[in-house]
C-alpha cells in the first residue's frame, strides 16, 4: 500500500533552516509528479510546492518562492522540502502528497 512518511520538522528561530524529508513506498515513485502541503492552525491545508517525475519542472506558492526548494532522489524514493529564511508565518503542520494519499505530517515551528 502507498506510504509517505515525513520527517525533519523541529523548532527554529526566524531566519533559519529546516529540510523536511518524504519517504515514500508502495507505488512507482519515479513516474509520479509529487507535493508539499502545509496546514496552519486554524487554516485551511494550502500547496506549498510541487515537482514532476523527473524533478525537471518544480513550481511554489508566491509565500515561499525564493525561499523554498523542492527536490527529490528518485533512486531513494525521497522527496525534500529545503525551506530558508523562515518566518513565523511559516508555522504549520507539512505534509507530503501523492494523488489521494498523505503522510502523517511533521509539524515546524518558527518562534523567538
Known amino acids: 500500500q502507498v506510504q ?8 527554529v528561530q526566524p531566519g533559519e533552516s529546516l529540510r523536511l524529508s518524504c519517504a515514500a513506498s508502495g507505488f512507482a ?6 507535493r508539499w502541503f502545509r496546514q496552519a492552525p486554524g487554516k485551511v491545508r494550502e500547496w506549498v510546492a510541487g515537482i ?16 523554498f526548494t523542492i527536490s527529490r532522489d528518485n533512486a531513494k524514493n525521497t ?13 504549520a503542520v507539512y505534509y507530503c502528497n501523492h494523488g489521494n494519499y ?10 523567538s
Open 4 to 11: 509517505l512518511v515525513e520527517s525533519g520538522g523541529g523548532l
Open 29 to 34: 515513485f519515479s513516474m509520479f509528479t509529487m
Open 52 to 67: 514532476t517525475s523527473t524533478g525537471g519542472t518544480t513550481n511554489y506558492a508566491d509565500s515561499v518562492k525564493d525561499r
Open 79 to 91: 522527496v525534500y522540502l529545503q525551506m530558508n529564511s523562515l518566518k513565523p508565518e511559516d508555522t
Open 102 to 111: 498523505w503522510g502523517p505530517g511533521t509539524q515546524v515551528t518558527i518562534s
